[in-house]
């Protein structure tokens, strides 16, 4: 209970409410230890650490932790090197992810006591993450996208709106109108996986550059050339508030765009 992996009708189990019987009571199966990666020297881009806790800001095309097609070369590989103790942490002490080609702020736990803490707050919904997203096209107020996620019925692969997904919920707001774009500053109330990328896809203002839900807009000149360009998807985690696990002091980290991001905005401004 205290690791966040109970949870009652959904909310995470506390030990002062009472059930009356015909509540759902979830178990979630504890993460195993990562002693079974290898540390490998990666660099790393440390914005913050201490006894408990370390942030990252994570480049493009730097899977998280191995998995089917990615063993090693990850930023699990790489903190088992920066800090070998987190061998003795489940999953190398990443507790949310991002996607290889997002960029942007990740915390991670380097004690099983915070890795508890901070699993417990993403499970209470109040570690505060905002992204920056350029999307395509021009979207004209702020908004808000609550519809379920889940796997895309034919694409095995990919996610996609679907009742039969779980709740997800995203907030945005206008941070920029640009050439043929749009750049958002995006809260998530919920961390389902490709959840940005799917919402905004669904609205009809797709990720500029997302290769799976169809951020690619065809070359031309112009604005236009410079969107169709783009490797990748433009999407940033820019800003991270959580409350720290041992001081309970909360903490707030920001990160400005990588200079991919930021060179396609300056040409898009112009």
Request: aromatic share 2%; proline share 6%.
């Amino acid at each position: 209970m205290r690791a966040g992996r109970v949870t009652v009708d959904a909310a995470p189990a506390d030990v002062k409410r009472k059930v009356w019987g015909g509540e759902r009571v979830r178990l979630a199966e504890a993460p195993a230890a990562s002693a079974g990666y290898a540390a490998q020297a990666i660099a790393l881009a440390i914005v913050h650490e201490d006894e408990a806790i370390l942030v990252v800001d994570k480049p493009a095309g730097l899977v998280v932790h191995p998995g089917a097609g990615n063993r090693d070369g990850t930023l699990a590989n790489a903190l088992l090197h920066h800090a070998p103790a987190l061998a003795g942490v489940p999953r190398a002490g990443i507790v949310h992810r991002l996607d290889k080609d997002t960029t942007g702020l990740l915390v991670v736990a380097k004690t099983l006591a915070a890795h508890a803490d901070l699993v417990r707050q993403l499970a209470a919904r109040t570690v505060r993450r905002e992204y920056l997203a350029l999307v395509h096209g021009r979207v004209a107020a702020a908004g808000e996208v609550d519809a379920p996620i889940g796997r895309h019925p034919t694409a095995r692969t990919r996610m996609a709106v679907t009742a039969r997904g779980k709740a997800a919920r995203t907030r945005y707001r206008v941070a920029a109108r640009l050439a043929d774009a749009t750049l958002l500053a995006v809260a998530l109330e919920t961390g389902r996986t490709h959840q940005i990328r799917v919402h905004m896809r669904s609205i009809g203002h797709p990720v500029v550059g997302d290769p799976t839900y169809g951020g690619r807009a065809a070359p031309r000149d112009g604005a236009a050339a410079a969107l169709a360009a783009f490797p990748r998807q433009a999407l940033h985690a820019a800003r991270l508030g959580l409350v720290h696990p041992v001081s309970g002091e909360p903490c707030e980290w920001r990160s400005e765009p990588p200079a991919d991001l930021r060179a396609l905005l300056a040409a898009l401004r112009r």
